[in-house]
């Protein structure tokens, strides 16, 4: 289905008045066919009667759309075109609006109701124009950049580790056609495939980084990972979504990642093995510090030839200087006042 855009029917204001005035019209002209009694006088009032009774529907036309609005028309189940832009419009009065997806409410930005003109509503109350107004007012669809914020998801990773994660789609329709008369309602289409999106590309990610785990595809180990690579991530989802959605007429702007953590049930495990690996790391390097330090010790002294050492002493003198610099709480040393040997 291809877009048709009606770009010359913004006559909404000539057709408008010049009903307005046809009305003022006809009541005069049932005014003077009275006046006037035989001859012309009774075809005019039944000419005028009809047109006050036929008149309105000319109303029905009327379409009014603000700014980033579109309204997608069919007349008698076929397809005639899609309304774009600001304006006072006037179709076919039998045409009708068409939007599957007016009443679907999501966890997104947009999803209200239509705004209403308060001011031409009243206008057309008396011919009953104004309840098709507020129900063509209904079928609207929005243009604008729109927000979609799913639910969370508990997604395995490669790892088999299950994460919580939620994500926010930045989106809009560019082909109402399509969105309209393609899908059985776009936005519920769009939401299922940013569920099945997400889930396709979590799991070819570690939540951390992880030895031999290859993210890319390309056979070869590297260190991808859903809290590090974050931007990557968040890519791919982009491109995974937009390849289901383009069927639809929809075009993915953006893709973030709005929520990573690990699921209840193993976030206090997964909690200590980062503490213990934290734990490692700084131990390992207090470590290297130290023999780093007692080296350094040991040369100096023996470059100065203050104090000559043996083995043994020199093995006392680096466990000493270990158990000082690696412990974790302050040394309390023992002076020993007497002879060295």
Not at 252 to 278: C, D, F, G, N, P
Not at 313 to 321: D, G, H, I, Y
Request: glycine share 10%.
């Amino acid at each position: 289905m291809n877009e048709i855009v009606l770009t010359n029917k913004k006559n909404g204001m000539a057709v408008l008045i010049l009903t307005i005035v046809l009305y003022v019209a006809v009541c005069l002209g049932c005014v003077f066919g009275l006046a006037w009694g035989g001859g012309l006088g009774g075809p005019l009032v039944v000419l005028c009667l009809a047109w006050i009774c036929l008149g309105w529907l000319l109303l029905l036309g009327l379409k009014v759309l603000g700014p980033q609005e579109a309204l997608v028309l069919t007349l008698f189940g076929k397809y005639t075109g899609t309304l774009k832009g600001a304006g006072f419009y006037f179709v076919n009065p039998f045409s009708v609006a068409v939007n599957p997806a007016a009443k679907t409410k999501l966890s997104q930005s947009g999803d209200v109701d239509g705004e209403k003109s308060s001011k031409l509503s009243a206008l057309l109350t008396a011919s009953g124009t104004a309840a098709a107004m507020k129900e063509a007012g209904g079928k609207k669809l929005s243009l604008k950049l729109m927000t979609l914020n799913n639910n969370r998801q508990k997604i395995n990773d490669c790892l088999g580790n299950p994460v919580e994660i939620g994500i926010a789609v930045t989106w809009r329709v560019v082909d109402t056609a399509k969105a309209v008369f393609d899908v059985d309602n776009y936005k519920e289409f769009l939401s299922l495939q940013c569920d099945a999106a997400l889930r396709n590309i979590v799991r070819l990610y570690p939540y951390d980084v992880a030895p031999g785990v290859d993210t890319t595809g390309d056979g070869v180990a590297d260190e991808g990972s859903l809290r590090g690579s974050s931007e990557v991530v968040a890519i791919r989802i982009r491109e995974e979504i937009q390849g289901k959605v383009a069927q639809a007429g929809l075009e993915i702007v953006e893709a973030r990642i709005t929520y990573l953590a690990y699921a209840s049930e193993i976030a206090a495990v997964m909690l200590q093995r980062q503490q213990a690996s934290a734990i490692v790391d700084a131990r390992k390097m207090i470590v290297e510090g130290a023999v780093g330090t007692v080296e350094m010790a040991l040369e100096r002294l023996n470059r100065s030839g203050m104090v000559d050492l043996d083995d043994e002493r020199k093995a006392a003198m680096v466990s000493n200087l270990l158990v000082v610099l690696c412990g974790s709480h302050d040394a309390q040393p023992v002076v020993n006042t007497g002879s060295l040997y």
